[in-house]
């Protein structure tokens, strides 16, 4: 089954990031990310992979789905026939302590 790739602003804002640092580094850096993070929409795209709950149990509860983007996470959730994609974080950040933080925020925001 294929999925409808949505990208929340977030996860938007935290690529454009990871790419900005990254062009620090040489744009070959940059570029291979890039290379990776659209290689790795159209196989979630095309449903041929799954990639399977977040092995942080904080994360799984909240249904988020993980893969990895060179050294960074790409959080990930479906809903119904779209893939969502939430968040991108380095491997080293404390990502599940953001995401959880993040939330409580929105839901403060809400009321």
Known sequence: MAYNVKIL???EQEVDDIVDYLLGHGIFTARHFLDKYRSQLQ??????VDYGLSKLPELAVLGYHA?????????YYYDNE???IAHVFHQ????????ISRNRFELLDDD
């Open 82 to 84: 779209d893939v969502v």
């Open 67 to 75: 893969c990895l983007v060179n050294s960074y996470v790409m959080l």
């Open 92 to 99: 080293s950040q404390d990502y599940a302590a953001l995401v």
């Open 9 to 11: 602003p977030t996860a």
């Open 43 to 48: 196989l979630l795209q095309s449903g041929v």
